[in-house]
Antibody
Framework: EVQLVESGGGLVQPGRSLRLSCAAS????????MHWVRQAPGKGLEWVAG????????DYADSVKGRFSISRDNAKNSLYLEMNSLRVEDMALYYC??????????????WGQGTTVTVSS | DIQMTQSPSSLSASVGDRVTITCQAS??????LNWYQQRPGKAPKVLIY???NLKTGVPSRFSGSGSGTDFTFTISSLQPEDIATYYC?????????FGGGTKVAIK
């Protein structure tokens, strides 16, 4: 069974950092690009960042560029999101998602259950 | 960045009704469009990929059409379990963007 399990969310003060992880199983992880997508409480979906199969192509939403860093460890079947200088507006449920392709051009076909990030003083 | 305009933002229909949602891209995205269903409290799941392809296991009452800038998502006969918010999303180039969502309720 294809599965994505996020972890690392929690309560953090504005300006601090947090690292999210996503453990993948049930598929050949290094055959696919991966993404992070977030959803603020009561709001719609926002793509945050994407990384191709070999980390050669990485991109971010303008709202997080320069503060967030996406990475992957294919040996550990894991995806990460390092979030720095967190703002109240970063508070959301963060989903790890799998692309249908290796190259960030297939759309997202599998989603985890999400991990919640709360930013508050 | 490509903007995705989805309409309506909400709708209410009776069981058995045909429901149609539209999504318009601000520029040509070919067929690089997904439709997702998000039930309350759950993660989104893809129903349609490449604008018109039904994902395996998804009921055939769901369908998608369109290419270029104009896309349509249809539920041919609304069922109670279809209560959800539906989103379109393009993947023509980065950054990917989602439509604003359509909340579907039963009348």
């Amino acid at each position: 069974e294809v599965q994505l399990v996020e972890s690392g969310g929690g309560l953090v003060q504005p300006g601090r950092s947090l690292r999210l992880s996503c453990a993948a199983s049930g598929f050949t992880f290094d055959d696919y690009a991966m993404h992070w997508v977030r959803q603020a409480p009561g709001k719609g979906l926002e793509w945050v960042a994407g990384i191709n199969w070999n980390s050669g192509i990485i991109d971010y939403a303008d709202s997080v560029k320069g503060r967030f860093s996406i990475s992957r460890d294919n040996a550990k079947n894991s995806l990460y999101l390092e979030m720095n200088s967190l703002r109240v507006e970063d508070m959301a449920l963060y989903y790890c998602t799998k692309d249908r392709a290796a190259t960030l051009h297939g759309g997202m076909d599998v989603w985890g259950q999400g991990t919640t990030v709360t930013v508050s003083s | 960045d490509i903007q995705m305009t989805q309409s309506p933002s909400s709708l209410s229909a009776s069981v058995g009704d045909r429901v149609t949602i539209t999504c318009q891209a601000s520029q040509d995205i070919s067929y690089y469009l997904n439709w997702y269903q998000q039930r309350p409290g759950k993660a989104p799941k893809v129903l349609i990929y490449d604008a018109s392809n039904l994902k395996t296991g998804v009921p055939s009452r769901f369908s998608g059409s369109g290419s270029g800038t104009d896309f349509t998502f249809t539920i041919s006969s609304l069922q109670p379990e279809d209560i959800a918010t539906y989103y379109c999303q393009h993947y023509d180039n980065l950054p990917f963007t989602f439509g604003g969502g359509t909340k579907v309720a039963i009348k």
